[in-house]
């Protein structure tokens, strides 16, 4: 790890209903100088009490739970962390990957195993809190790779992105570029202070959007759905001290 990487240090919350499967993964995030246990439960709901307080970085979350399992869980998230399932079920692979996870354990989990899954988490909250800063004046733009070839990117072209699998579709005011890339990984890079990820298929421009309201976003002729959860963030991100009022 170069001196840069050095300091991370990632808060992560382990939610198992198994309390064996919950002791074997903490034994494995104190072998990993890169990770603290923040907490550790038994349920979703109280797993809720620890994301309320707004320090988590990475959710080891089980499927199969009580009450409420680890996807519905997912999909009640406004704006969750970093998501590693740990389960014993592979048949929910595909689901889980289209929630946009980082990664999927299947139970038993060798140790190499989890810290090649937690590297993948370090490796992407660091590219997310470098994409957090402000681009600098004379770095407006980026390269993407295209078929064979790798295209410049103007920040200030891009209308908005759509995830379709493991591509992502970038729509610019010139025409549409499609990249093998996770929509994560873009996501982590475009800087937070320009761009908005607007549902789970969708990252806009701030500065493109044309009109709004509770349920979709104009950008130019497209029309772009706001997701149920983001709604409040969306509103307030896009709106923010811009809103006149009587």
Known sequence: MNNENANVLINCLIVDDEPMARKGLEEYVSEVEFLHLAGKCENALKASEYLNKGNIDLLLLDIQMPKISGIDFLK????????????AYSEYAVE???????????????????????????????LKQKAQQIVPANQDYFFIRCDSKFEKVLYNEILYVEAMQNYCIIYTVSGKMISYITFSGLESQLPATQFIKVHKS????????????AN?????????PIGRTLKDEVMKKIMENKLFKR
């Open 76 to 87: 009640t998230l406004r704006n969750p962390p970093m998501i590693i399932f740990t389960t």
């Open 96 to 126: 889980g990957y289209s929630l946009d996870i980082l990664d999927y354990l299947l139970k038993p989990i060798p140790f190499d195993r989890f810290l090649k899954s937690v590297q993948k988490a370090r490796d992407f909250f660091i």
């Open 216 to 224: 979709e976003i104009t950008i130019g002729p497209s029309r772009i």
């Open 202 to 213: 969708f990252l806009v421009s701030i500065d493109k959007v044309k009109s709004l309201d």
